[in-house]
């Protein structure tokens, strides 16, 4: 598993965050980028974990599966509307400079 966080957003997240994510060089992919959407959520995390990338999303049902006890690489996690596409920017940094991969593994960070 890579030492660096790597992001994976499901396909509600605003695509201004994955690009501003990948100007700032994080390595992230969205559901669309990699032909996953429509995709279950139980299959965005399953996508997530096998590629070793933390998830971002704003969906309460991924807090819902953490509670289950399905696996992940890692959930981070922001309620919709609360924050500006800016903040989450701001926050996932934050979460990619202060963690390492295995750090997030199985654990929701909330933004």
Not at 1 to 7: G, W
Not at 23 to 33: K, N, P
Not at 40 to 65: K, W
């Amino acid at each position: 598993m890579p030492r660096t966080i790597r992001f994976h957003l499901d396909e509600h997240v605003p695509k201004a965050v994955a690009e501003g994510l990948s100007q700032l060089g994080i390595d992230v992919t969205t559901a669309r980028g990699v032909g996953r959407s429509g995709a279950s959520d139980v299959e965005h995390l399953q996508f997530a974990l096998q590629a070793g990338r933390v998830i971002f999303t704003q969906d309460d049902d991924f807090l819902r599966l953490h509670a289950t006890g399905a696996p992940h690489a890692g959930i981070a996690y922001c309620r919709q509307g609360l924050r500006t596409n800016g903040e989450l920017i701001q926050g996932l940094v934050l979460v990619w400079e202060c963690y390492e991969p295995e750090d997030l593994y199985s654990r929701v960070e909330f933004l």
